[in-house]
């Protein structure tokens, strides 16, 4: 057998069977009179939920974002921003702030750990935005806490700095919270979310923000080739995913936690955040990454169950860690289940 039959990391069934999104997609069309409509109405949703004047749909996070800096950087007459090591601009988008925007990132804390507010403080450059990651996925997606949140947002506040929102995993940190969508990005100048992680859709991203900076990067949005003017299937796809999985993030949650507990009682793998504060978090093997992927390998052939793609290093070359995202497709799979899983990769490399 060499066939995934059941996945626990990849994404629910939206993704997996294109079929069942496209008819999803034709259900939610078939009221509209214009094509134009679902972006529309995906916009002034998402505007609603953040409870922000105006929201912008964008091709893609990267652009979103990279717009969203540059605006907060002309308005300031400063081009630094500030934000963790890992954020997703400086890691994943060839410095595209920089070579495209002219834009400097200075690094506040350290790679390792979330940021902090005593981390800002030792911020002594002048900087026009800072930019929080909800969660800071590149470490295992963990979230601060309302007060540490809050503190940081404060920081800026003081000096007269924009906050800009990297909200991608916004829908999955909401429950953490247990506060509405609105006042956590009631904190953020400016707000991004993904409109294909959490939400499962085809791709996309909405900027959300006040009525002067999102005409602004309506703008840059047209300069840079995001003005697609045919969006409405991602709108759609993110429309279906509105409805029907945003409801579902504290059940995904939970089961994270679930899985994570039953993970660590069997004493063979740790996980981060113990326990894990969103549906997405990173589980460490006692084994070199390539020893991991085979056996993962090994799972496909033999059982058709596939359990992760991408393995991360460690600092020690036996050690690896891998990412876990927990949406419907896990919600197939007890805790014991996934514990024994695990425990059997292990065992493949002893
Ligand atoms: C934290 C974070 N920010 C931004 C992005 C960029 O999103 P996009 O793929 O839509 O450009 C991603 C994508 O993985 C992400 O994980």
């Given at each position: 057998m060499s066939e995934v039959q059941r996945s626990l990391g990849a994404y629910g069934p939206t993704r997996r069977r294109p079929h069942v999104v496209l008819r999803r997609m034709l259900d939610a069309v078939s009221a509209d009179a214009l094509p134009q409509d679902p972006v529309v109405r995906l916009e002034g949703r998402i505007a609603e939920l953040l409870g922000k004047p105006r929201a912008l749909f964008f091709p893609t996070g990267t652009m979103a974002q990279q717009v969203a800096l540059r605006i907060h950087a002309e308005r300031a007459g400063r081009r630094t921003f500030t934000a963790h090591p890992?954020?997703?601009?400086?890691?994943?988008?060839?410095?595209?702030?920089?070579?495209?925007?002219?834009?400097?990132?200075?690094?506040?804390?350290?790679?390792?750990?979330?940021?902090?507010?005593?981390?800002?403080?030792?911020?002594?450059?002048?900087?026009?935005?800072?930019?929080?990651?909800?969660?800071?996925?590149?470490?295992?997606?963990?979230?601060?806490?309302?007060?540490?949140?809050?503190?940081?947002?404060?920081?800026?506040?003081?000096?007269?700095?924009?906050?800009?929102?990297?909200?991608?995993?916004?829908?999955?940190?909401?429950?953490?919270?247990?506060?509405?969508h609105a006042e956590i990005a009631g904190l953020f100048d400016t707000v991004y979310v993904s409109l294909y992680k959490g939400l499962e859709g085809v791709r996309g991203a909405v900027l959300a923000g006040d009525d002067a900076t999102i005409d602004h990067a309506e703008i840059w949005r047209q300069r840079l080739g995001g003005a697609?003017?045919?969006?409405?299937?991602?709108?759609?796809?993110?429309?279906?995913?509105?409805?029907?999985?945003?409801?579902?993030?504290?059940?995904?949650?939970?089961?994270?936690?679930?899985?994570?507990?039953?993970?660590?009682?069997?004493?063979?793998?740790?996980?981060?955040?113990?326990?894990?504060?969103?549906?997405?978090?990173?589980?460490?093997?006692?084994?070199?990454?390539?020893?991991?992927?085979?056996?993962?390998?090994?799972?496909?052939?033999?059982?058709?169950?596939?359990?992760?793609t991408r393995t991360r290093p460690e600092s020690w070359p036996d050690r690896c860690r891998v990412e876990l995202m927990v949406a419907e497709n896990a919600m197939g799979f007890s805790p014991d289940e996934v514990a024994a899983l695990f425990a059997d990769v292990v065992r493949r490399a002893s």
């Open positions: 890992t954020n997703h601009l400086d890691l994943w988008e060839q410095r595209g702030y920089a070579v495209v925007h002219g834009l400097r990132f200075q690094p506040a804390g350290e790679p390792e750990r979330m940021l902090t507010r005593g981390d800002l403080d030792r911020v002594k450059e002048p900087v026009a935005a800072l930019l929080i990651e909800l969660p800071q996925r590149e470490i295992g997606g963990f979230l601060p806490d309302w007060a540490e949140l809050t503190a940081q947002v404060g920081w800026a506040r003081d000096r007269g700095v924009a906050v800009h929102l990297d909200g991608a995993r916004l829908w999955e940190s909401q429950p953490f919270y247990g506060r509405p697609i003017p045919d969006a409405w299937p991602l709108a759609v796809a993110a429309l279906v995913g509105l409805d029907e999985l945003l409801p579902r993030m504290a059940v995904f949650r939970d089961h994270a936690v679930a899985i994570a507990g039953a993970l660590t009682a069997g004493g063979v793998v740790d996980v981060l955040p113990d326990p894990p504060h969103t549906p997405l978090f990173h589980i460490r093997l006692p084994m070199p990454a390539a020893a991991a992927e085979a056996a993962a390998k090994a799972l496909v052939e033999e059982q058709g169950v596939h359990l992760f």
